[in-house]
């Protein structure tokens, strides 16, 4: 008998949900590192490291932190197996057909990323007891810190540091969000959704005005 | 009743002042991410992610080294909405009235946290029965490694690294001088104000003199 | 009586093999450590920082990532001290008699390195029952990842992710040899040497021959 079959099965889709969940932010996070690696010319150990990175490192740098073990990615190790055939496929693909990808259409499933991280970043520093705003911050470390350490290993600045776009504060937003619900007592399978979708919407609402951060010294 | 109350005194005012000088210190670093950030013209995440790395992330590089929880900030996470609040406020008074903040005023309060974090990181590392040289290089890495984050993420080569200035070598010194007392047997309470004093007084005379260290090549 | 002396003998020659093995690396990497810096003209300690996380950086970084402690920087501290010396006296000789080291010269300890650290580290993952993938990735990790530090450390784009050498592919082979030797229940002592020697070998036919990987928009 399969000893998950013990499992309650609403804990069960709970799990389940999660992994969907980092599955998919996963993805968009990984292309975003191919773009940027594309752009800096990498070679195919640049284009899955960088790739890696943007893709696993958020994730991984909050679990190192928390001193939290089996990471995504050893818990579930195929998905490093898809993340190199992806890399090496699309290298491929994208070399023969000129395929135009523009940092335009990646900002979509970006926002998407960015809203599953930090609502389950966020979860998983409260289900640990962390107080509210550690539990707030993880989520963000989750979403961001991979784009972050994408960019310091190609030698930039993160964009998200300096280009005065909604982007970590969305992420923020959505965690605050799942704290209050969970605050309420709501039960997770509605509290993670919503977050991810209040991060979510934020950073597309961001895109599509003008909304700028307040910047140092923007006048000299 | 409080457990904390059946601490012994001595113990309970050690780990007091324990918290006291990383608070202090905390206060100092924050500002030269601060400092950065604004030469940069970062934005608002980027000020705060910067100044609580140049803060935040000596100590917890050392905790993630030594492997110990909960990190400073996790367990006095009030401090966390103090760095947060500090970055807008002095975002929003400097951008107003144009303070002049230079590099060499900041000099000050940093030899400061020099002092302090290296004989607390020294500490703790001595507290775990970790070899001399190695718990010495904690309190270099507590020390020193908050500014080199801050200078990788900004994209620049850490100033510690080149600017001949004896900095991490203070630290280091001071570190010995821990070491050296506690090996005396003289009690923390003395041999800790001790260590930071060295630490600090020496970088305070490298900056007054004109001593440089050794540099690779400087004929070239 | 000395404990150790009740260690069956094979299990103690593999483990000082062990040993042997991750300090010979450990001198050719810190070597190409002091390279750089040279390079970009450091000062005494950022030589010893950059020569110390070339050498130190990718093993420390594969226990971090394994929650695997004491580093072995930390278990033989006498290591530590042995670095210390040596950038010293190289930066004092290698000033005083201008002895040419040209990369070119660098890269056979280094291909050595390469070798030794990613058959180690993946043995290392493959003991804790690791997944294949994984196990194979800490033995890049542990070999390439100490380069990737210093390269970010001086602020540059690591040298392995853009220059179309076969360097962490050759270490990922390695990996691959010793996972398969493993399941053919090979001795580690037969088993450790022969994946070292892949790697190394491999590197060396890349450095001899204009294999080049593929890369990203060559065509641009």
Known sequence: ?????????????????????????????????????????????????????????????????????????????????????????????????????????????????LGLFSASGTQIALQMSLPPLVAVLMGVVTAVCGGMLRDIVINEIPTALYDRRPYAVCAFAGGWVLVGLNHLRMDDAWALPLAAATATLLRVAGMLTEVRLPSWREDL
């Open 1 to 113: 008998m399969n000893p998950s079959s013990w499992m309650p099965p609403v804990a069960w889709s709970l799990s389940h949900a999660q992994t969907v969940i980092e599955a998919a932010a996963t993805v968009a996070f990984a292309a975003s590192g191919l773009l940027e690696a594309a752009r800096k010319r990498l070679d195919v150990v640049g284009v899955c490291v960088v790739a890696g990175l943007a893709a696993f490192g958020g994730g991984t740098l909050r679990d190192v932190l928390l001193d939290r073990r089996p990471f995504f990615w050893v818990a579930h190790a195929n998905w490093l197996w898809v993340l190199l055939v992806a890399c090496v496929a699309a290298m491929w693909l994208l070399r023969a057909r000129h395929v135009p990808i523009t940092q335009r259409a990646m900002q979509w499933p970006d926002a998407l990323g």
